[in-house]
């Protein structure tokens, strides 16, 4: 079995999930926080990708990043950035298409905390990064795993993005999803059932962590 | 001398209002702030806090100028001298009793401040607990001892002990008095307990819609001083009953139940839930050890 397109899956989901982790807490306090007249706005594009069809996203993305467009051409120029059909161009797509499963969890946990314990940490002349690191990221600990393991699970299970965006290129774009449709199609069903099996174990595996984190059985057990 | 002039509007249960305050408080007293909720009081430790941000005034401590809206001058909560604690006790649940502490510590001073308080607060055994397994008097201490730690020359108590029962607060009350003379602080306490009040409190300022209507002594503030009773409690009425041409009055004084019989005419001006002065005159009282 070629184990390339899990392995790739498996790299994807991570820088996917660490680049969400880094942009999600920013713009989850915002979010949480302001009473700006834009966060209307705001919350609907980042709660986007949970009803629009992925193709759409990957439609709108493969013209964005196609070096006849304007962005594609800028990002050729300056950068020598390629996007369409490249690794690079799947991750930002991914993270595009996952940011509400961790900004959704990071928002509604940092909204719980008590007002007082920001003010507490204020009078006490603590900076807002400080604050941030030391008292509120601490303290929805829970949210942070949510997030974190639905968006690794919710990119190990893209494929219309994912397609649309990166087609199936092995080694490089060919991803488990991916190599499940080509498999069938070529009516290889050992090889897509192994895959499938892979991903559905990962899948299990990566939930079951969260729900026994987040309910308190595993601290039970080693008590 | 604290000196407090501000003024701030603020939205109040019934619309905006302006908290108006003009008040100048003496280094070592222990100020309560009392009046309905709502009237501005936690507005008030807020904006001494810097919390929040009055339109216009000048909060001024000992020589220091806190607050100045006319040269600009707005210091941070954190470059204010104050330690704070709050009704819900804003302990920090990832962190122990001690690491609390510590983190309220100014950066660079000595940790021995934090075993002594710890002391104070009568909390050795428990300092590596989480606040969580606490019981609510032992968090309040906590959270009075943290207030503590960077050595505030102020201190504002938001109903600190509200959330407790009645034999835990007054061997609370006990801390804080301790604790506000041991550290020579200038307290403000935000309360509605009378005893509490007339037990900790040097001065009461007396807050309605934004404004102060009296400061004065506790002693003059509870005891309406044209009665001359002997025998003066304050409780709330529980049950109001008409029988034949008079009214038997049920009150609650502390945790006891009081009949009172009263006439229509006093009985017209009463409701259930009214806050009242129960006073008793021309009696000798009769003390007997039980």
Known sequence: MDWTPISLTLKLASITTVVLLIISIPLGKWLAFTSSRIKPFMET??????????????????LAFSPDSQLGQILEQWFGLRLAFSFPGLVIAS???????????????????????????????KSYLTTLFRVELPNIKPSLLTGIVLSFAHTLGEFGVVL?????????????????????????YGAAHQYSLILLTLAFLVLLLVYLVNGGYLKRFWQ | MINIQISKLLDGPNGTMQLQIDQRIEHGHLVTLYGKSGAGKTSLLRVLAGLMTPESGLI???????????????????????????????????????ENLIYGLKHGSNKGLVDELIEVIELNGLSDRKPATLSG???????????????????????????????????????????HRRF???????????????????????????????????????????????????????????????????????????????????????????????????????????
């Open chain 2, 184 to 290: 020579e602080l200038t307290t403000f306490l935000v309360s509605h307990d009378v005893g509490e009040i007339l037990k900790l409190s040097d001065l009461v300022i007396h807050l309605e819609d934004g404004q102060v209507l009296s400061t004065q002594t506790p002693g003059d503030f509870f005891s309406h001083r044209h009665l001359s009773g002997k025998f003066q409690f304050i409780g709330e009425i529980i049950e109001l009953v008409a029988e034949d041409v008079i009214f038997v009055v049920t009150v609650l004084i502390g945790n006891q139940l009081v009949k009172i019989i009263v006439d229509g005419n006093t009985a017209s001006d009463l409701a259930i839930g009214d806050r009242v002065l129960v006073a008793s005159k021309a009696f000798n009282p009769v003390i007997k050890k039980i």
């Open chain 2, 137 to 179: 008097g032992q968090q309040q201490r906590v959270a009075l001892a943290r207030a503590l730690v960077a050595r505030p020359k102020i201190l504002l108590l938001d109903e600190p002990l509200s959330a407790l029962d009645q034999v835990m607060r007054i061997k609370l009350q006990d801390y804080i008095l301790e604790i």
């Open chain 2, 60 to 98: 001024q401590v000992h020589d220091e100028v806190w607050f100045d809206s006319k040269k600009g001058i707005n210091e941070k909560p954190g470059n204010r001298s104050i330690g704070m604690v709050f009704q819900s006790f804003a302990l920090f649940p990832n962190m122990t009793v001690r």
């Open chain 1, 45 to 62: 594009l980042v709660s986007m990708p949970l009803v629009l069809p992925p193709t759409v996203l990957g439609f709108y993305l493969l």
């Open chain 1, 95 to 125: 993270v595009i298409y996952s940011l509400p499963f961790m900004v959704h969890p990071i928002q509604s946990g940092l909204t719980s905390l008590s007002p007082s314990l920001l003010d507490a940490s204020k009078v006490m002349g």
């Open chain 1, 164 to 188: 649309m965006i990166g087609g199936s290129i092995p080694d490089r774009t060919r991803v488990a999803s991916i190599a499940i449709y080509d498999e069938v199609e070529a009516l290889n």
